[in-house]
């Protein structure tokens, strides 16, 4: 059974920084690209960030490049998101999800976790 478990998320002034982690269970990670989406309140989930299996190639959207960062530790099967000089339109609710295909549909979800950028 794969699990993807976020980590909590938070409330942080605006210009402010936070990581999120994602730990993964149940799926043999290096052989997974790891992607974090956000659904910010009212409107439709949208893509954020996403890494390759061996963590080589990385892609954003262009609304966050520049200043978020995703990484992963095979290692420890986990995934971040370091999301600096964070903006009040960041807030949402963010999901890190798994596909064998680097920018395909995800295959596995995360249950979400909130964060909220205050102005």
């Known amino acids: 059974q794969v699990q993807l478990v976020e980590s909590e998320g938070g409330l942080v002034q605006t210009g402010g920084s936070l990581r999120l982690s994602c730990a993964a269970s149940?799926?043999?990670?290096?052989?997974?690209?790891m992607d974090w989406f956000r659904q910010p309140p009212g409107k439709e989930r949208e893509f954020v960030a996403a890494i390759s299996g061996g963590g080589r190639n990385t892609y954003y959207s262009d609304s966050v490049k520049g200043r978020f960062t995703i990484s992963r530790d095979n290692a420890k099967n986990t995934v971040f998101l370091q999301m600096n000089s964070l903006k009040p339109e960041d807030t949402a609710v963010y999901y890190c999800?798994?596909?064998?295909?680097?920018?395909?549909?995800?295959?596995?979800w995360g249950q979400g976790t909130q964060v909220t950028v205050s102005s």
């Open positions: 149940g799926l043999t990670f290096r052989n997974y690209a």
């Open positions: 999800a798994a596909e064998v295909v680097v920018r395909k549909t995800p295959t596995y």
